[in-house]
């Protein structure tokens, strides 16, 4: 055993949960990503909280990060957070994205999402952020 | 040679054996990233694999490789067979990242653990089918699937290395070929062993068919398999039980005339020959990083005072020291 092992890129799971049916955003995030040497699984639109998962702990990945404008993010970001504890997955985090009022947004940070980018964000704050929450044996 | 006592499985490789699957997940990583500290699990897991039927699908971006799979996933599930399917994308050349797009049109229902499906990105390899490829279908075999699928993007040119995994490999096409012809002719053609013409829905499906089968007549040798062609459509679904049949009538042909073992034997060679290679590739860079009079030996061969073979046989003998 290597004493630190050799960190290969960052695997991050982008998933749209909820019924919302564009993901222009999604795609700009998972490209911007890709640019800055991650490796993006992308799962697409209308995930279920379980698929999320599922696909995440299969392709172990680092991150997941949340999309979406449909308003349910209070029924299903707490779920994925919920059903990644339930399987011993928490070390995966998770940050989101979309349209989410402040309130929310302070809550579901309570709840452990890690970050969360309103409309205004921009994609190096973005990366930037990813790279933090994905540890330090990541470059 | 004399047996070895069989080691104790490392914990990882019996936490995979068990069916767990955030192991196997975890491992398969480990073997992407090279990590050295995969290699105790995935020694002791080889002798758990050999048992599952690996297929290769390939062909052009956006003919419909994953909505095959897709479909074949259905009708492999229905039978009761375990399904891993491992898809594997470029990774862009510019950052080394990429985007694995293919789960977005691989359904299954919720809680299925008779299915394992894990995106692989190239990082850099040539060839559609990452180095790690193998050892993640070798992982897939010994976690208990009967049948392992692997998706890689093929241009023709490049993708052979997918016959150095797969039992089988169906060369996916669609309809209005074009260009795409000329590609076949140099790459995708020799390697398939069977031809998908899908998106049949669409005009010129028949004669891309007829054009293909054309083109297997033309295998010269007796006896050597002549690929098979099917037409599906993922649309209005169709041909996939037929797509499934032409693969096992392949299968059963490689059984028939004892070129399975002919087959695998090439394939471990190639690998145990790749695993020696960058051994030696690995020593020879230590020794070169090591080398004091490197600088000195060059001036002495742009002298004239030794050639060049001399000078490569002096640092032979350093690769064959012991390190
Ligand atoms: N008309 C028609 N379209 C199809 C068929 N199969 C797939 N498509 C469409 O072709 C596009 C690509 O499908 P995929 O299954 O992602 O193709 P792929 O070969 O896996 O693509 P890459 O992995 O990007 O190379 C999608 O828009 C599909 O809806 C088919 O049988 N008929
Ligand atoms: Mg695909």
């Not at chain 1, 909280?49 to 949340?66: H, K």
């Not at chain 1, 947004?105 to 973005?126: C, D, N, T, V, Y």
């Not at chain 2, 997918?162 to 060369?171: F, L, N, P, Q, Y």
């Not at chain 2, 000329?182 to 068919?209: H, M, R, T, W, Y």
Request: glycine share 8%; net charge positive; hydrophobic share 45%.
């Amino acid at each position: 055993m290597s004493p630190s092992p050799p960190a290969g890129p960052i695997r991050v799971l982008i998933a749209k949960p909820g019924l919302d049916g564009h993901d222009r955003g999604a795609k700009v995030v998972a490209r911007a990503l890709r640019d800055a040497g991650m490796e993006v699984i992308y799962a697409g639109l209308r995930q279920t909280p379980e698929e999320i998962v599922e696909s995440a702990l299969e392709e172990d990945v680092n991150l997941i990060g949340l999309s979406i404008l449909s308003g349910a993010h209070m029924a299903l970001f707490p779920r994925v957070l919920a059903l990644l504890k339930q399987k011993r997955a928490s070390r995966i985090r998770v940050f989101a994205g979309g349209i989410i009022p402040d309130e929310d947004a302070r809550r579901l940070k309570r709840m452990g999402i890690r970050a969360i980018f309103g409309p205004g964000s921009s994609l190096e704050e973005i990366v930037a952020t990813a790279r933090k929450l994905a540890g330090p044996s990541h470059s | 040679m004399s047996r070895r006592p069989v080691p104790p499985l490392p914990p990882v490789a019996r936490r995979v054996l068990r069916g767990d699957r955030q192991a196997l997940a975890q491992l398969i990583t480990q073997v992407e990233n090279r990590d050295p500290a995969a290699l105790p699990s995935v020694r002791a897991l080889y002798p758990h694999s050999g048992h599952a039927t690996v297929v290769g699908v390939t062909g052009p971006l956006g003919v419909g490789k994953s909505s095959l799979l897709n479909l074949l996933l259905a009708h492999l599930r229905v039978q009761g067979k375990r399904v891993g399917i491992v898809a594997v994308d470029p990774s862009s050349p510019f950052s080394g990242g990429s985007i694995l797009g293919d789960r977005i049109r691989l359904e299954r229902p919720p809680g299925d653990d008779g299915v394992f499906i894990r995106s692989m990105a190239a990082r850099g390899h040539s060839g559609g089918v990452a180095l790690a490829t193998r050892e993640t279908v070798r992982l897939l075999d010994a976690f208990g699937m009967d049948v392992i699928l692997v998706e890689t993007v093929g241009s023709g040119q490049a993708d052979v290395e997918i016959r150095e995994v797969a039992s089988t490999s169906v060369v996916v096409v669609v309809p209005h070929l074009g260009d795409e012809i000329q590609s076949l002719k140099a790459g995708l053609f020799e390697i398939a062993d069977v031809f998908c013409v899908n998106k049949s829905d669409l005009p010129g499906a028949d004669s891309a068919a007829r054009y293909l089968t054309e083109m297997t007549q033309l295998v010269p040798e007796k006896g050597a398999w002549r690929p098979v062609v099917v037409l599906t459509s993922t649309t209005i679904p169709s041909g996939v039980s037929d797509l499934w049949d032409a693969v096992l009538r392949h299968e059963a042909f490689l059984d028939a005339n004892g070129s399975r073992r002919v087959r695998a034997r090439r394939q471990l060679t190639d690998e145990i020959l790749g695993l020696v290679r960058e051994r030696v590739d690995a020593r020879l860079t230590s020794v070169l990083a090591q080398e004091p009079d490197l600088q000195a030996l060059l001036d002495r061969v742009v002298a004239r005072e030794i050639d060049p073979y001399s000078a490569a046989d002096r640092l032979l003998a350093e690769v064959r020291r012991e390190p």
